[in-house]
């Protein structure tokens, strides 16, 4: 069995819970993260257009990259301690749902967490990334929430009029 685990900023802890309460200690766990180069990119743009070209030294884009880059470092240290077993690593940039839904082909089990609103069960508990990778992903899916699930009275009412 082989166990892709997606780990966001704010919500991995959730998934590196979820692989050690669900995925057999025979499974093969990927942890991966995948940073979206938009960031750096829009940096490298604004400083490029507002500042000239002429300082490439002082472009606030290298050195958001290298900041994402050891911020990946760092979270999947954290999981891979957390996880407390053997396991991969896997780093990726893209388009961060196509990046993930291409980490899983092949897989057994994606674990991903919610990361829209919260505060209440429903659609709008899952951002635009996790969505695409829940609609998209080629293998079966864990969906976890990164706290306690709200209550069933957070559950929108029904329609006035019926189907």
Known sequence: MRVIAWLVEGTWPACVDA??????????VVLLHVSSPDVPG???GAFAGLLGRGHPER?????L???????AAELLDAAVRRLGRPCAREERS?????????A?????LLVLA???DRSRLGPHS???AVRFAVDHAPCPVLLVWPEPAPGLGTIPPAPLHPR
């Open 59 to 63: 472009d606030p884009g290298d050195r």
């Open 126 to 128: 899952l951002g635009p």
């Open 65 to 71: 990259e290298a900041l994402g880059g050891s911020s």
């Open 42 to 44: 829009v940096a490298h």
């Open 114 to 116: 919610r990361d829209g």
């Open 19 to 28: 692989v050690r309460r669900h995925a057999p200690e025979s499974a093969t």
């Open 94 to 102: 893209g388009r961060v749902e196509r990046e993930v839904v291409a």
């Open 104 to 108: 899983a082909e092949g897989a057994d």
